[in-house]
């Protein structure tokens, strides 16, 4: 088994390191620092939970999710302006202004995701379409980056392979259309 | 601080007061620096909302006054054992010290754990923890049964339990001034927490490993003089001195230096 695997790593060796990428990253993280006093990462930290917290909390409507994209996109103009001091060894305030980045672009998809699902089902209800709609139960929405911009497609949900469907017995059998496995509803 | 960011900060305050009861504000005397040497008390005064433990007002110090202000932390739960430090001179873990619970008015002095190296301001380096955790034989458990399980006593594995609840916050090594003033020491002394670990290992009813040498000349036990300090900073209530450390010395002294024993031993040899 071991010389399976030594094998099967000769054959996928890991590609050449690109070491401008490294270092455009490296200059991207150490940024903050050069702005000193730029936008606080705490403060901006704070706004982005408010924001989804009252915008994009378990009851949604679509103004709201459309003023809470509005606001995200004000706190991503900050975030190009977030500064940090202190030196490099352990400091949090560094480490939420690189965070930072993340939790906006997860913010933007949960927002997005939300607005584009015209219905409400399991963890997601919508004020404005408070009924599971049927044309919905097999798709899911997914987000890719495709030129640095957030791209939404609707996709259908992968179906249950054939053993499975069987070992779920009566139950798929009931069902005239193919069984489903809805991700992330209840 | 451009004027827009001074603005962004005062509204991440609001919510420094919208919980009931007054607000007040509290002086939090935190240790900052990057060495023992070089580095002191620092004053931050914020204001704190009823519930708040030290870790939830070190937050607001970091988001009000010292962004870069270096703690470890994770679970806020207890469960972790990341955040110990040293309250008002007393190891603690910052997540479950409820301001409540010290005297009002007063500043909160919080300090970097004494027995091991800082990295910065209240983060310590306790990679001597991890070392000595290597020369502790494993656990070697003997044979099953004919019929493939295990027996023991049920009054076995219970005894044993109380040591599993360790999560190895090493408040108790913080504590345990065999090391905690005696960097000589730690060659030859494990800790609180080894000797907790070594008593689960040896009073498992399983084990076949015999670490009871080892416990006498490596470990140290023999150093401890139980002062039952490790007992009382241990957030998990384990009784580290009544019930782990005095049954290992126990042990130790039976197979080593009982004079009946010895004296079999030597007429009878083994």
Known sequence: MLKQARKAMKAC??????????????????????????????????????????????????SELREALVRLDRLRERHARVGVRGGRRYNPGWHLALDLGPMLTVSEVVARSALERRESRGGHTREDFPKAAPEWADVNVVTRRRDGQLVLSREPLAQVPGELRALLGEAAEAHAEP??????AS | MSSESAGAERSAGPKAHDTEGPARDVTMRVWRGESRDSGGFTEYRVPVDEGMVVLDVLFRVQAMHAPDLAIRWNCKAGKCGSCGAEINGHPKLMCMTRLSSLPAG?????????????????????????????????????????????????????????????????????????????EEN??????????????????????????LELIRRKQGLGSCNITKCCTEVCPESIKITDNAIIPLKERVVTEFYDPLAWAKRRILGR
């Open chain 1, 13 to 62: 060796a890991a590609g050449a390191i690109d070491r401008n990428e490294v270092e455009a990253t490296a200059r991207r993280m150490l940024e903050p620092f050069e702005r000193g006093a730029g936008e606080d990462p705490y403060a901006m930290h704070a706004e982005l939970q408010e924001t989804m917290q009252d915008l994009v909390g378990i009851i949604r409507t679509e």
């Open chain 2, 106 to 182: 007063e500043p909160v002095t919080v300090a970097p754990m004494a027995t091991f190296p800082v990295v910065r301001d209240l983060v310590t380096d306790v990679s001597f923890n991890y070392e000595k955790a290597k020369t502790i034989p494993p656990f070697a458990p003997r044979p099953r049964d004919p019929d493939g399980t295990y027996r023991m006593w049920q009054a076995e594995a219970d005894r044993v339990q109380e040591f599993h609840k360790c999560i190895e916050c090493f408040l108790c090594q913080d504590v345990c001034h065999v090391i905690r003033d005696h």
């Open chain 1, 179 to 184: 069984v489903t496995i809805e991700k992330g």
């Open chain 2, 186 to 211: 730690k060659e030859a002394f494990s800790g609180p927490r080894f000797f907790v670990r070594l008593a689960a290992l040896e009073m498992h009813p399983l084990d076949t490993n015999d670490r």
